[in-house]
Nanobody, 114 residues
């Protein structure tokens, strides 16, 4: 069974940075494209970025140039470095697969506010 545990969220000022982490348990990580998603209050969950098993990345237009997704296959972990954050990026952030979706974790709350 796959378990996803997100961490690293918190309160950050506009223009600030946060680094999110996702620990993945289960024998799927090495070959699975992983992604970060976010869900703001009252909105649908949206895809933020994804990274293939080989390290290829793709980003939503709204975060290009500011967010960086990475992974450490040895640690079964995926990360999201978020810079120059905006208030509208306040959301619960989740990691999961891309083409294959696993049971969702609890997510990590990110609040961008002064």
């Amino acid at each position: 069974q796959v378990h996803l545990v997100e961490s690293g969220g918190g309160l950050v000022q506009p223009g600030g940075s946060l680094r999110l982490s996702c620990a993945v348990s289960g024998n799927i990580f090495d070959w699975t494209t992983m992604a970060w998603y976010r869900q703001a209050p009252g909105k649908q969950r949206e895809l933020v970025a994804h990274i293939t098993s080989g390290g290829g990345t793709n980003y939503a237009d709204s975060v290009k140039g500011r967010f960086t997704i990475s992974r450490n296959n040895a640690k079964n972990a995926v990360y999201l470095q978020m810079n120059s954050m905006k208030p509208e990026e306040t959301a619960v952030y989740y990691c999961n697969g891309l083409s294959r979706i696993f049971p969702w974790g609890q997510g990590t709350q990110v609040t961008v506010s002064s």
